[in-house]
């Protein structure tokens, strides 16, 4: 990890990831940044409109990989503060976050919450590979 940027406070890259309401992409996107991180980033996610609850089935999909996301709740950007390394929107259109940012991203990512099991688990490796390829560039 190219250490260039780390955080002067924390010395660890902060990552934020926002779609509307919080509940299946930006979730699974801090999970694999978690994953993927370890203790070098800090990953958090938030919705600018958050339903309040983790998509069943972004917690049924990640648990297939080992990973608990009953752990995480759906946040609203207003409870995200500080400046981040990176924020990555996933298709949020004009609620886009004015958060403090070195590096903004839209990755336009589909909202799989009415697709079937195979396309949920496809948008999922795709969020995967993006975010390695992201912390792989912090």
Request: charged content about 25%; some cysteine.
């Amino acid at each position: 990890m190219n250490n260039d940027h780390i955080h002067p406070l924390t010395g660890m890259k902060r990552v934020l990831f926002v779609c509307i309401e919080n509940s299946n992409r930006s979730q699974m996107a801090e999970a694999f940044a978690r994953i993927h991180g370890g203790s070098g980033v800090v990953a958090l996610s938030a919705g600018s409109l958050p339903s309040g609850m983790i998509n069943p089935k972004a917690i049924r999909f990640m648990q297939e990989l080992g990973y608990d996301l009953t752990t995480h709740t759906s946040k609203s950007l207003d409870e995200v503060d500080g400046e981040f390394d990176a924020v990555i929107t996933m298709g949020c259109g004009d609620a886009c976050p004015l958060v403090p940012a070195k590096r903004r991203e839209d990755w336009a990512l589909a909202d799989p919450r009415h697709m079937d099991d195979d396309a949920y688990r496809a948008v999922r490796d795709d969020i995967a590979s993006r975010v390695r390829t992201l912390l792989s560039t912090l």
